[in-house]
């Protein structure tokens, strides 16, 4: 690049870029676009000739802009947030330019500490014991393949790492049956097989029940298993519920089985002192695992793994070839050994950058904001006697369908509210995603976006009763 151009193109995508951030809500949230009408536009062979960032920038315009999904826009209920503020913009800037490999101290001390230092803040932020070490992993679902493999490794004395896996083990793992689908993941990458993932019942809150879990533990004890681990999801992706943490961790404890929490959504609600509450017995848990990148403005990826023993977790995953010993071995965290890469983003920039920007104060008064629209919406559907509400509203995800009192046959209502959903999405207004609470059909609208106000969630709310009583 010609010297000079970086700034001149650094700073017309930044006017770009700020334009984006004050005017995402123009956009249609979902694109129209079908399968294939990107790619058509993509050349088959890469340039041979380099081309200027005027034509790139275009392009971007033109080719990529118009198939995105915009996560961003206030209207965005989807599935669950992703995190995304201007500090963590600006700091992912400077974490490129940077283009640092953080893999132990010495390959950037600063990266090392800093890592140290937000994960002993955000410890507190959310209240938990100051004997949990903490470490940054790139996503929710690494930290819980994480967990179990040193589950699996101290359960075996170490021994499957070095040998490989044989028959002579017999380990269950336990988790509800809304638990999310990277533990699925987990247990087969880990080798403890898919049938071998035992799902415990829900209550009518969607909530693990622990009667259910103990039966299932000892039937496994007497059939000769090993209760290898136990995890409780605090806030399921479908719900939100939020398992019985205290009950749940009490039994792993009883049965010497690895406790795993998984937060990855609902966590970073800890950070408001009254909801603690419902989390009393995450202090049991072994490890945990908690997502800034989604409800915490921080950009994708930052998920935050706190570990009780983290000698435990780095004898899973040490391996120190001669290259990479130094001297300052012994009075450092070389991240490395906490998971599973060994290059590593830094990643700590950000969360600095987005804790500093709003203070701590800042960032509890976002989160409660959310919560409150939440109820104020709960509240609302409530009142309409053609709406209902299908789960408790703990947090900023509101369950619900369109019910009106003429229909009573489930299927008919589950038809009803696949085509609302459909309507509501292809409107470009607006975008959330379904599930299925026992067998009905459920809308999910998930709050979390920081640019969302009171007055889009109101005008939200009228779109969606509008458009349902046109059916
Ligand atoms: C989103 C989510 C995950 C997966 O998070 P990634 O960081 O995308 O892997 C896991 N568990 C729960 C409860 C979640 O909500």
């Known amino acids: 690049m010609h010297p000079g151009d970086f700034k001149k193109y650094g700073l017309e995508f930044l006017?770009?870029?700020?334009?984006?951030?004050?005017?995402?809500?123009?956009?249609?949230?979902?694109?129209?676009?079908k399968p294939g009408d990107i790619k058509a536009k993509l050349p088959a062979e890469p340039p041979s000739r380099g081309e200027s960032i005027d034509e790139l920038f275009r392009d971007f315009k033109t080719v990529i802009l118009p198939g995105m999904t915009h996560w961003q826009h206030p209207d965005f209920y989807g599935y669950f947030p992703a995190g995304r503020s201007e500090p963590s913009v600006l700091a992912e800037m400077l974490t490129a330019t940077l283009g640092a490999q953080c893999m132990i101290w010495l390959t950037s001390p600063a990266a090392e500490e800093l890592e140290e230092r937000m994960m002993e803040w955000l410890r507190s932020m959310y209240g938990l014991p100051s004997d949990y070490s903490g470490v940054i992993q790139d996503t929710a679902s690494t930290a819980t393949l994480v967990s179990l493999l040193t589950a699996r490794e101290v359960k075996s004395g170490y021994a499957i790492n070095r040998n490989g896996y044989d028959r002579t083990y017999r380990f269950r793992v336990y988790a509800s049956e809304h638990a999310h689908s990277s533990v699925d993941k987990a247990v087969r990458i880990a080798g403890i097989g898919h049938q071998h993932?035992?799902?415990?019942?829900?209550?009518?809150?969607?909530?693990?029940?622990?009667?259910?879990?103990?039966?299932?533990?000892?039937?496994?004890?007497?059939?000769?298993?090993?209760?290898?681990?136990?995890i409780g999801t605090f806030g399921t992706t479908a719900t939100a519920a939020v398992d019985p943490l205290d009950a749940i961790g009490a039994i792993a404890r009883r049965y010497n089985s690895w406790y795993h929490v998984d937060a990855a959504y609902a966590g970073t609600a800890l950070i408001l002192p009254d909801m603690r509450r419902m989390a009393a017995g995450i202090d049991l848990?072994?490890?945990?695992?908690?997502?800034?990148?989604?409800?915490?403005?921080?950009?994708?990826?930052?998920?935050?793994?706190?570990?009780?023993?983290?000698?435990?977790?780095?004898?899973?995953?040490a391996i120190t070839p001669e290259y990479l010993k130094t001297d300052a071995d012994a009075l450092v965290n070389n991240y490395r050994d906490w998971g599973i890469q060994l290059g590593r983003r830094f990643r700590a920039l950000k969360l600095w950058f987005v804790i500093r920007h709003y203070g701590t104060d800042g960032l509890r008064q976002i989160i409660s904001d959310h919560i409150e629209y939440a109820r104020w919406l709960e509240k609302q559907i409530v009142s309409e006697p053609d709406f209902e509400i299908l789960a408790p509203v703990l947090f900023s995800l509101v369950c619900f369908r369109y019910h009106p009192p003429r229909v009573q046959d489930e299927s008919a209502l589950n038809t009803i509210n696949e085509n609302l959903l459909s309507q509501l999405n292809q409107s470009g207004r607006m975008f959330l995603t379904h599930t299925k609470l026992k067998e009905r059909y459920t809308l999910r609208l998930a709050i979390g976006n920081s640019s969302t106000t009171q007055d889009d969630i109101r005008a939200t709310w009228n779109f969606i009763k509008e458009t349902a009583r046109c059916f």
Do not use: Q
């Not at 700020?18 to 005017?23: I, L, T, V």
């Not at 007497?222 to 209760?227: A, F, K, L, S």
């Open 197 to 230: 993932l035992v799902k415990i019942k829900s209550g009518p809150d969607h909530a693990m029940l622990p009667d259910e879990l103990e039966r299932a533990i000892a039937k496994d004890v007497r059939d000769g298993y090993t209760p290898l681990a136990v």
């Open 285 to 317: 848990a072994d490890t945990i695992v908690i997502n800034p990148h989604k409800w915490m403005l921080t950009n994708f990826d930052c998920t935050a793994y706190f570990v009780r023993d983290k000698e435990r977790l780095i004898k899973t995953f």
């Open 15 to 33: 006017e770009w870029m700020d334009g984006y951030f004050r005017s995402v809500r123009e956009y249609p949230v979902l694109p129209k676009v």
